[in-house]
């Protein structure tokens, strides 16, 4: 047996199938090239044709909203036409502008934006496919049970996809951060990217192994090799398939009240697959996600198009909408945050929102008019003090009547929340309570600062631990204050997904569980499971 290793942990899961071995690479064409004024129309049909199918796939699909804005900037264009007046052909001329972009993100000191490389040659393949007649799917002949082995999986590659085939995915390109990472995750598949040299390792149509939990892609198995395997793919499945078995349960505390399994999302297409796994509505939809997508501050329609959308896809159910949670480790490209030495205690969220208010009222307005759409509510991230929650709520009316006055229609009763991710929080939360519709606890934030340890650091990770006796008492403080005032009290925060956790927080009182997408079967499960102890006793 032969085995690949990958340093980045892209999913969990065993999987054991049929090789789909896909190599590419962006084609130069092979066609004579024209004059110059025929290749610069051929490129200028060719752009064309790839903005409208980029649009197209964004009005679906959130993520392809950097695509579009690639596809559309000028430094594309005037790149590709220079080295065509140069005497470059078109394909060619492509190529190497999108090499030379590339080449700018990859140098950039920040991970998201590295990640960004490959939505510069997924956009420029397709570009380069539509100049030589068309754009192929290449996963065309993929048959149930096939492991895909690529070079790169784009975000366009992932959209010809049928998931319902795939086992598992493996690549030699990409980050944990990469798309293909983000989708397996959340549909479950197993993964490993960052397998160099698997396209040529692995034969198409051979029996391969991903082990994704090690990053391992295994090949060459003797017969004993693929028994061990397969007996544990056998188990991960079986373990996926009953936690789906579960997902339409709803589970019940003793006094017959219904326990909430909401989900954690950050584009339509994952507020799709939450509703699809059975989560009973959308308690956390990271808006920053969207603002960290495009090129420029989304503006309040192209905000309005996807809070709709997603509404839309959450079918009457709640969909929870973070204002901009920017600032702390989320940079958004076109914010001049200035240097900080303590960004997590310095300008973010709420307090940037509050600082550049015309761009907080093009959000609230476009949150405001989703409200017609759909159960639309909108959270408040990072409150530490009552003047904040007062003066947004100020904003929040401002632009209540602004809409009303263009006719506009909107949620005039919209429900307001606030994020409790603070020892502050939680010390107001009584006067909170007494002005706000609900609470989400984010235990993320709430861990770092109540017990003064970095989230993001490792040698203190013992420590930034939500089990421990004061963020488990600064929980329960505030499920209290929220019961005190009858409203509703929920948490978005990791701990939230931690099946190991659910026992503590039923008995805190928490009702409302919001979670990543693939741990809404297991987390459904263990609710049921306590919930039917705790009846026998
Ligand atoms: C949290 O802090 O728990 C939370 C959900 O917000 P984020 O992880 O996005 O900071
Ligand atoms: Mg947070």
Known sequence: MKRIVSPVRASEGVAVGRAYVVRRSVAASTAVCGDVKSERDRFERALETSISQLSELAAGDGIFAAHVEIARDDMLRDGVLSHISDGMPAAEAVKCTGE??????????????????????????????????????????????????????????????????????????????????????????PAVVGACGCTSAVADGETVAVDAANGEVLFALGEDDERVYRSKADAWYGERASDSAVKDLHPRDASGREIAVYANAGSVEEVRAAVAAGADGIGLFRSEFLYMSEAEEPSEERQYEVYAAAACACGGRPLTIRTLDAGGDKMIPYMDFGHEDNPFMGWRAIRVSLSCREMFKRQLRAILRAGAVGDVRVMFPMVTDMS????????????????SSEGIAYDSDIRVGVMIETPAAVLIARDLAAECDFFSIGTNDLTQYVMAADRANARVSALCNPMTDAVRRAIRMTIEAADAAGIECGMCGEMASDAAAAGVLLEAGLREFSVNISSIGRIKRSLCALCRDSDRE
């Open 100 to 189: 030379e972009i590339a080449a700018m993100f990859a140098d950039i000191d920040d991970e998201y934006l590295r990640a960004r490389v490959d939505d510069v040659r997924d956009v420029v393949s397709r570009i380069g496919a539509n100049l030589s007649g068309g754009v192929v799917n290449p996963f065309e002949g993929v048959r149930d049970g096939d492991v895909i082995v690529a070079d790169t999986l784009a975000p366009s590659d992932m959209a010809m996809i049928d998931f319902s085939l795939v086992r598992g995915f493996v690549t030699e390109a990409g980050s944990a951060t990469s798309h293909v990472c983000i989708i397996a995750r959340n549909r479950g598949i």
């Open 388 to 403: 904040e929650l007062r003066e947004t709520k100020s904003i929040l009316e401002e632009c209540k009547s602004e809409l």
